[in-house]
């Protein structure tokens, strides 16, 4: 069944989905959530308990498009499967060995100290399966490789992996920071938001609203679909071209910047829906990272996992990997728990 993503319909939309894969419920032994902010609360996997969700809900106005529905469909879960032990797995987790020079900001001391302001970073259990993958098609160990995860869905972002370890990363404290995504800005001048407050009036929860669901592209070209804005500018629709260009220059300089904090570059993956399914988008983020020694690719669709690039003159490889979180949160919580039954 078709879901408007608000909290009051996930029970609905849960069982909606369990009836159309047909799923029994008898064969059901554990319950894997995928979570994406944790906060520094939640480093790793977690045992969902309802002590463990109340402390996962002073951190949902971090992630507000995001933990609010995560929160409710592990209630609907909880409630449709009372017996079997259900796990949280936290896209922020991935990054918390970040060095401190990474999660830092340039901001007062005391913001961090009293505030506990410090950037976060997302998408890590997509950047994890990424990795995996990327050795598995290198034929290298992960532990060897610096790689560059450009995750580009409706939420975009950049991760600079160095030996399997978070390195640094685009998102920040909250999942509106860095590149330009499908309804969120990215990174703008703060400028700005100070501008249209003082100037213009707009309140803090209208200006939420425009940074989260009303910018990014469909805040420039009127969609927030890639594919629709990829056809428009071919048809020659300004604004289409416009927001295209400015999220692929976006998502290069994202990359390049990334690239600073890897001693070596081996590899840059393309993952998520536009990363995965717009060859058109890779080809012109690749274009323009020629300087880095990436070669161009070919505007070709791809099915599959696959090195788009074989490194020739030997720069680093350009792969497209579809992204299977669903796969590191399933690890998760077998691991999890068979430590626990272990006694681990």
């Known amino acids: 069944m078709p879901w408007d993503g608000e909290p009051s319909g996930a029970a609905a939309a849960l069982d909606a989905v369990l009836a159309a894969a047909a799923v029994d419920a008898r064969a059901i032994g554990a319950v894997g959530h995928r979570v994406v902010h944790g906060g520094t609360a939640f480093t790793a996997p977690a045992r969902v ?45 991935f990054h918390a060995a970040l060095p401190p020079a990474a999660w830092r900001y340039p901001l007062p001391w005391s913001w961090y ?23 598995e098609l290198l034929r290298r160990r992960a532990a060897d490789l610096g790689v560059v995860v450009a995750h580009l869905g409706s939420g975009c972002s950049v991760t600079a992996v160095w030996r399997g370890s978070s390195a640094d990363t685009s998102m920040g404290m909250t999942p ?21 407050q003082q100037r213009h009036g707009i309140s803090a929860a209208d200006l939420e609203h425009v940074l989260e669901r009303g910018s990014g592209l469909l805040g420039v070209a009127g969609t927030a679909d890639m ?8 048809q020659g629709d300004e604004r289409a071209r416009l927001a295209l260009e400015l999220f692929v220059r976006r998502v290069a300089a994202g990359i390049a910047a990334a690239t600073t904090a890897l001693p070596r570059l081996d590899a840059v993956v393309f993952t998520g829906g536009i990363g995965e399914g717009s060859a058109a988008v890779r080809a012109s983020v690749c274009a323009r990272l020629a300087t880095l020694g990436i070669a161009r690719v070919e505007a070709r ?13 030997g720069g680093p490889a350009v792969l497209r990997i579809e992204a299977r979180e669903d796969l590191v949160v399933a690890g998760e919580v077998r691991a999890l728990l068979r430590a626990a039954s272990s006694g681990g």
């Open 49 to 93: 308990s309802d002590e463990m969700l109340g402390r996962l809900a002073a951190v949902r106005s971090l992630a507000p498009l995001h933990n609010a529905l995560a929160e409710a469909v592990i209630a609907a879960a909880r409630a449709r499967f009372p017996i079997v032990p259900h796990v949280a797995s936290f896209d922020t987790a």
């Open 301 to 313: 669709d791809v099915a599959i996992d696959a090195v788009l690039d074989g490194r020739r003159g």
């Open 113 to 135: 100290e009293d505030w506990g302001v410090r950037r976060f970073g997302f998408h890590g259990l997509s950047v994890q399966w990424a990795v995996r993958r990327a050795a």
């Open 176 to 196: 509106l920071e860095g590149l330009m995504m499908a309804t969120r800005s990215g990174s703008v001048d703060p400028g700005i938001l100070l501008a249209v």
């Open 227 to 234: 594919r629709d804005v990829l056809e428009r500018s071919g």
